[in-house]
């Protein structure tokens, strides 16, 4: 089991910017997935980003050109950059890691956008 922790969230005005971190209690190795999830109240958790070891990325498309993944192995931790938020980015933000050991999860941090 994998502890992920979480940083980084607020609250912002719509336009503004946040970057969101994600720890791992161990060294993440290249074969582990990194992902950003979120959940908006009433509403599935959507995949957001999600980076692979050789640095390949997958976007939602409603955020393609605001966000950016991006991850440290060897400060175990994964980013979210995101720019030019929106009121419809409001969410709790999941941090994922996939590996050896199946699927992690953070405890989750809430984005908030005001209009």
């Known amino acids: 089991q994998v502890q992920l922790v979480e940083s980084g969230g607020g609250v912002v005005q719509a336009g503004g910017s946040l970057r969101l971190s994600c720890t791992a209690s161990?060294?993440?190795?290249?074969?582990?997935?990194m992902g950003w999830y979120r959940q908006a109240p009433g509403k599935q958790r959507e995949l957001v980003a999600s980076?692979?070891?050789?640095?390949?990325?997958n976007y939602l498309d409603s955020v393609k050109g605001r966000f950016t993944i991006s991850r440290d192995d060897g400060k175990n931790t994964v980013y979210l950059q995101m720019n030019n938020l929106k009121p419809e980015d409001t969410a709790v933000y999941y941090c994922?890691?996939?590996?050896?050991?199946?699927?992690?999860w953070g405890q989750g941090t809430q984005v908030t956008v005001s209009s």
């Open positions: 980076i692979n070891g050789g640095g390949r990325t």
């Open positions: 994922n890691l996939v590996g050896w050991g199946g699927s992690n």
């Open positions: 161990r060294r993440i190795f290249s074969i582990d997935v």
